[in-house]
T-cell receptor, first 113, second 109 residues
């Protein structure tokens, strides 16, 4: 597609519920990233894929967070047993390799109530 | 953990004036990038400057990089109401972008 597409745009989850956030990167972009952005802050790195390989997951805050990109295109970020502190905007970005700037999706705003 | 720090945190100027934002960082980098984010929207890539470059221009944007001081500045000339947004610098040392907290820019008509 023309840009990075994320869905859903908004998600309200009850505490303890599992959620799945989807990212559809730009076709042909090898690299895919997930970031978490709290209100009024800059994004914080969560994880990085090169094709289907997850090369870095050091930013995932706990083992409740899991990301996959099984065919090297679409990626899913899953959060199990959501907690209130998980409330944030989750941003996906993709790039060529090596990158020249990153293209971000509009994000998924997750609110845990 | 955030590496970059933008300064000022907020800036309010009249339309037509120039806006300057600064960014400082802590570790060595491959490049530094500036992004814009409108309220509730995604991040838009503005400009990338490599570690061996000192200045770069793109339209009304001018970016400088001083690796000895580990700092960068973004200048927006002849500001417009549509420039109202938050501006972030991000350093790229090894594919992972490290971000500052951003400068909130308001352009008053």
């Amino acid at each position: 597609g023309a840009g990075v597409s994320q869905s859903p745009r908004y998600k309200v989850a009850k505490r303890g519920q599992d959620v799945a956030l989807r990212c559809d990167p730009i076709s042909g972009h090898v690299s895919l990233f997930w970031y978490q952005q709290a209100l009024g802050q800059g994004p914080e790195f969560l994880t990085y894929f090169q094709n289907e390989a997850q090369l870095d997951k050091s930013g995932l805050p706990s083992d409740r967070f899991f990301a996959e990109r099984p065919e090297g295109s679409v990626s899913t970020l899953k959060i199990q047993r959501t907690q209130q502190e998980d409330s944030a905007v989750y941003l996906c970005a993709s790039s060529t390799d090596p990158p020249y700037g990153y293209t971000f999706g509009s994000g998924t705003r997750l609110t845990v109530v | 953990s955030q590496q970059g720090e933008e300064d000022p945190q907020a800036l309010s100027i009249q339309e037509g004036e120039n806006a300057t934002m600064n960014c400082s960082y802590k570790t060595s980098i491959n490049n530094l990038q500036w992004y814009r984010q409108n309220s509730g929207r995604g991040l838009v890539h503005l400009i990338l400057i490599r570690s061996n470059e000192r200045e770069k221009h793109s339209g009304r944007l001018r970016v400088t990089l001083d690796t000895s001081k580990k700092s960068s500045s973004l200048l927006i000339t002849a500001s417009r109401a549509a420039d109202t947004a938050s501006y972030f610098c991000a350093t790229d040392s090894n594919y992972q972008l490290i971000w500052g907290a951003g400068t909130k820019l308001i352009i008053k008509p």
